[in-house]
C-alpha cells in the first residue's frame, strides 16, 4: 500500500484549500470527499476579508457568479432601522458552486480526489494513519480532519458561547440584507446569487424544544418580530442546525490537524464562517509543512494551538460586546446569555511631538518571550512580542523585526532617545512609524519625567 504524505478528510473550504496548499509545497495529497458536488450548503455571506485572501491563493475566479453585497437594513441597538451601505468587499455566493470551484482547483494542484468516497475512522498505525473506505484503505504519514463539527477523528469540544440553534429557509425574493432582533432570537436574511433569499433566526435550542410541534409558526413569528421581513411565502420548508460556538480541545497533535468546523467555530454573529475556515486552512498547511519537512513538532503543534486559542477567544469576547450593544430586550434570557460589556476601551491616540521628552517602557502586560510563528511556510521560534489585546504575538511590524527594537528600552529612554536609536537602524520614518503604532495599541507607555 502507497503511504501519502497527507489525507485530508473532508472537502470544504477548510479541506480543500489545505490541500491545496500543501499539494503547492510539494507533498503528496489525497482528499476523501462523502458527498458529490456541487451540494447545497448554508453559510452563504462571505465576509469583506474573503476576496482579498482567495486573491492571494490565485482563487479569485471561485467567486464567479457571486451577488454583491446591497446595503442591509439594520435594527440592533433599539426598535430604529438603519439603512447601511454595501460594503464593496463583501457578497453573497451559491455555496455549492463556490465550494466545488476551490476542490477543482485543489485538484488542479495535484491533490487526488477520491469523491464520493465515505471515510470510516481514521486509525494510528506504525508511519501514519488508515483510513478505511468502502473499497480499501488510504495510508498517510499525517492527516488533516476537515470533517466539520462531526470531526471525523472525534474528540471532545469546549463550548465558547452559550448553545444555539439557526431555524433556517429560503425562498424566492431579492433586496438588501436584514438583520433584526426579538426578545427570543436575532434574525439574518440576504439574497442569494440563484434569486432565493434566505432568512435565518438563531435561538436557544429550549425555545425550538418549547415549539418541537411547529417549527415553522415559531420561525415565522420570530420573522414577524423584526418587522423586517413582510414578504415572503407562508410556508417555506424550514429546517434547524447546531450554531453552537465552539472549539476542539485536540485541534493539533504531531502527526494531524483539525480545519474548519472541525477545529473552531464561531458565533454567526461574526459572519465569519468561510474567513475562519480559510484562515484556518493556511495555518493547518504550515503546521503540517513543517512537521513533514523540519519536524519541528513542538513549535508547529503550539504555533497551532494558540492560534485556535487566540482566535476563539478574541471573537468571543467581541460578540459578547456587540450583544450588549443591544438594549430593547436586553433583560430577556436570549440576551443575558450572551451580552457581556468590552473588557476595555482602546487608548487614545499618542501624538509623539509633544512626548519627546517622556519617558517610555514596555507596557507592564506586555513580554518579549521565543514564540512558534510563521516564517514563510515553516513555524519556527522566534523572539515575539505578546500582549493580552494582541490577536497574535508579533514579531515583525512592517517587516521590521520588533524584538531588537524593544531591547533598546533598557533603562526607560526618553521617547527621542528610544527614536534616535531605532533611526540607526531603520529607514526614513520608519522609527516613527512603528514608535505610533506601538503606543497606540498600548504596547509602549509614557511616563512623567522624574521629579528633581
Not at 475556515?277 to 519536524?295: D, F, K, P, R
Request: glycine share 8%.
Amino acid at each position: 500500500m502507497t503511504t501519502r504524505d497527507v489525507c485530508v478528510i473532508g472537502g470544504g473550504p477548510a479541506g480543500s484549500v489545505c490541500a491545496l496548499r500543501l499539494a503547492r509545497l510539494g507533498h503528496d495529497v489525497v482528499l476523501l470527499e462523502r458527498r458529490p458536488f456541487p451540494r447545497p450548503h448554508v453559510g452563504e455571506a462571505l465576509s469583506p476579508d474573503v476576496p482579498a485572501l482567495l486573491d492571494t491563493l490565485g482563487l479569485r475566479h471561485a467567486l464567479d457568479g457571486c451577488l454583491p453585497a446591497q446595503g442591509t437594513f439594520l435594527r440592533w441597538e433599539d426598535a430604529t432601522t438603519r439603512l447601511l451601505p454595501p460594503d464593496p468587499r463583501a457578497v453573497t455566493v451559491d455555496r455549492g458552486r463556490f465550494d466545488h470551484a476551490l476542490l477543482t482547483a485543489a485538484r488542479a494542484a495535484g491533490v487526488s480526489i477520491r469523491q464520493p468516497s465515505r471515510a470510516g475512522r481514521p486509525r494510528r498505525v506504525p508511519g501514519g494513519w488508515e483510513v478505511p473506505l468502502p473499497h480499501g484503505t488510504v495510508k498517510a504519514r499525517f492527516l488533516v480532519d476537515a470533517g466539520g463539527r462531526h470531526r471525523a477523528t472525534g474528540g471532545t469540544t469546549t463550548d465558547t458561547g452559550p448553545r444555539t440553534l439557526a431555524l433556517h429557509a429560503a425562498w424566492p425574493g431579492t433586496g438588501p440584507t436584514r438583520i433584526g432582533t426579538g426578545p427570543q432570537a436575532w434574525v439574518w436574511g440576504a439574497a442569494l446569487p440563484n434569486g432565493a433569499f434566505r432568512a435565518m433566526a438563531f435561538v436557544d435550542p429550549d425555545l425550538v424544544r418549547r415549539h418541537a410541534f411547529d417549527v415553522p409558526r415559531l420561525y415565522h413569528h420570530l420573522l414577524d418580530v423584526t418587522g423586517l421581513f413582510e414578504h415572503r411565502p407562508a410556508t417555506p420548508r424550514v429546517a434547524v442546525c447546531d450554531a453552537t460556538a465552539h472549539r476542539a480541545d485536540d485541534p493539533a497533535t504531531e502527526d494531524h490537524v483539525k480545519v474548519g468546523e472541525a477545529a473552531f467555530t464561531l458565533d454567526p454573529l461574526t459572519s465569519s464562517g468561510v474567513s475562519s475556515a480559510l484562515h484556518s486552512a493556511l495555518a493547518a498547511a504550515v503546521t503540517a509543512n513543517t512537521i513533514l519537512t523540519t519536524g519541528d513538532h513542538r513549535a508547529a503543534v503550539a504555533f497551532y494551538r494558540d492560534g485556535q486559542r487566540r482566535t476563539t477567544t478574541r471573537h468571543a469576547t467581541w460578540t459578547a460586546a456587540h450583544y450588549h450593544r443591544h438594549d430593547r430586550y436586553r433583560d430577556q434570557p436570549f440576551w443575558t446569555r450572551r451580552a457581556a460589556p468590552p473588557p476595555h476601551d482602546p487608548p487614545p491616540p499618542v501624538p509623539l511631538t509633544p512626548n519627546l521628552h517622556r519617558p517610555v517602557r514596555l507596557s507592564p502586560e506586555a513580554a518579549v518571550r521565543p514564540t512558534p510563528c510563521p516564517v514563510g511556510d515553516l513555524v519556527t521560534t522566534r523572539r515575539a512580542l505578546t500582549h493580552p489585546t494582541l490577536t497574535t504575538p508579533v514579531a515583525h511590524v512592517a517587516d521590521v523585526e520588533l524584538a531588537p527594537l524593544l531591547d533598546h528600552l533598557t533603562g526607560t529612554p526618553t521617547l527621542a532617545a528610544l527614536l534616535r536609536a531605532w533611526s540607526a537602524h531603520l529607514p526614513a520614518g520608519r522609527a516613527e512609524a512603528t514608535a505610533t503604532w506601538l503606543l497606540d495599541q498600548g504596547l509602549l507607555e509614557l511616563t512623567q519625567p522624574p521629579t528633581a
